[in-house]
T-cell receptor
Framework: KAGVTQTPRYLIKTRGQQVTLSCSPISGHRSVSWYQQTPGQGLQFLFEYFSETQRNKGNFPGRFSGRQFSNSRSEMNVSTLELGDSALYLC???????????????FGPGTRLLVL | AQTVTQSQPEMSVQEAETVTLSCTYDTSENNYYLFWYKQPPSRQMILVIRQEAYKQQNATENRFSVNFQKAAKSFSLKISDSQLGDTAMYFCAFMNPAGTGANSKLTFGKGITLSVRP
């Protein structure tokens, strides 16, 4: 099976712009989670989507949003970029039956975003 | 809220030797999952091993094994016969899959940088 893929791998934006990152999960996986990784804050949970619905959300401002499509692919959007949004954005997918029991998350290679 | 603590920022080990990475966590839940992920310089996050809290037996995956002490809330990773390819950052992570505040999110520790010396 192909792994989780993320595009683009690298992005350079300027303050005030917006950006959209894409994630394609492992075939058959219906849950997609997003994480932000920075040297200062480490790995932080952004949100999780399952069956096109946001199921969980971390403590990030409303500038961070996402969505999931019927084929389980997910996108996350950051509007009005700030310098502090520079980070590695990781997407992870997992198989879940939709009940409370969650399965192991498998990560993509990440998108490295630099905001100038 | 759950917290995960990795108090050692860096460790170094000679190739072929054994090294243990420490992790402690705090939770009031009884059923949860614990993970070790590896992040090499490529930044790809790779699952190393997983432990379900309800299982008494410690998980093993080839050269990797854990020492899970539920009462002490400790979850250490032992790497045997260390190889140069084990050089990476290692993250301990917690997931509460059910019960009060059931959540799919992974809560990560700060990570530990492991260097394997030739």
């Amino acid at each position: 099976k192909a792994g989780v893929t993320q595009t683009p791998r690298y992005l350079i934006k300027t303050r005030g712009q917006q950006v959209t990152l894409s994630c394609s999960p492992i075939s058959g996986h219906r849950s997609v989670s997003w994480y932000q990784q920075t040297p200062g804050q480490g790995l932080q949970f952004l949100f999780e989507y399952f069956s096109e619905t946001q199921r969980n959300k971390g403590n990030f401002p409303g500038r961070f949003s996402g969505r999931q499509f019927s084929n389980s692919r997910s996108e996350m959007n950051v509007s009005t970029l700030e310098l502090g949004d520079s980070a590695l954005y990781l997407c992870a997918s997992s198989w879940t039956s939709g009940t409370d029991i969650q399965e192991t998350q498998y990560f993509g290679p990440g998108t490295r975003l630099l905001v100038l | 809220a759950q917290t995960v603590t990795q108090s050692q920022p860096e460790m170094s080990v000679q190739e072929a030797e054994t090294v243990t990475l420490s992790c402690t966590y705090d939770t009031s839940e009884n059923n949860y999952y614990l993970f070790w992920y590896k992040q090499p310089p490529s930044r790809q996050m790779i699952l190393v091993i997983r432990q379900e809290a309800y299982k008494q037996q410690n998980a093993t995956e080839n050269r990797f094994s854990v020492n899970f002490q539920k009462a002490a809330k400790s979850f250490s990773l032992k790497i045997s016969d260390s190889q140069l390819g084990d050089t990476a950052m290692y993250f301990c992570a917690f997931m509460n899959p059910a019960g009060t505040g059931a959540n799919s999110k992974l809560t990560f520790g700060k990570g530990i940088t492991l260097s394997v010396r030739p």
